[in-house]
């Protein structure tokens, strides 16, 4: 552990000061905590800016967020509770939000250098692998931008999973990906937001 979070084994062997002892293993048990997903977290958020991406024929990422592999020169043991997903697009499509996934030529930015455990990603050209936590339709507008804006349950957008990169079977990664249905494309803007906790 460290100074704010540690657990620690002390002895004392009056008959023989030369003893020692081997802590093989621990448990540490919390009754009546607070749950991870009530806890106060520091909201933040990422999106396209004024750039859209077009969704056509094929999935293509829209924007993506991971944890940084370090932050404020430490190793990042920070955890990610994402909480929603706004969109507008020009015309139908079907928007998936996939945990784990694999990027196909990301460029990853920092979300905020110095307040921000996060990076995102608007570059990607293709996504495989991962798991869909989420998927709905938009349809077109006749009179304006299709928008949708999508909130989780039990927590966030990923129930009661975080969304952390040292989990042994993810990559950390959490994508908002589109394919239209329509016969023209639809070029999409999208925000996502999300709790850090660290």
């Known amino acids: 552990g460290d100074e704010d979070n540690a657990v620690g084994f002390r002895y004392k062997v009056t008959a023989n000061a030369t003893a020692t002892m081997k802590a093989i293993c621990c448990t540490v048990k919390s009754e009546g905590g607070i749950d991870l997903q009530d806890i106060d977290g520091i909201p933040r958020s990422a999106d396209n800016g004024i750039t859209v991406v077009t969704a056509s024929t094929t999935l293509i990422p829209l924007l993506s967020i991971r944890p940084k592999t370090t932050f404020n020169s430490l190793p990042n043991l920070g955890i990610a509770l994402p909480k929603l997903v706004d969109i507008q697009a020009s015309d139908a499509l079907r928007l998936v939000v996939i945990h784990g996934g694999t990027l196909t030529s990301p460029t990853w930015a920092d979300v905020n250098t110095s307040s921000s455990m996060m990076e995102v990603d ?66 999409c803007l999208v925000s996502l937001q999300w709790d850090e906790i660290r």
Do not use: M
């Open 122 to 187: 608007v570059a990607a050209s293709g996504i495989t692998g991962g798991n869909e936590i989420f998927s709905d339709y938009i349809p077109a507008a006749s009179t304006g931008p299709a928008s949708g804006r999508f909130t989780g349950t039990s927590g966030g957008l990923l129930g009661k999973t975080v969304l952390w990169d040292r989990q042994s079977t993810e990559t950390g990664i959490l994508t908002v990906a589109a394919i239209r249905t329509a016969a023209v494309d639809a070029d």
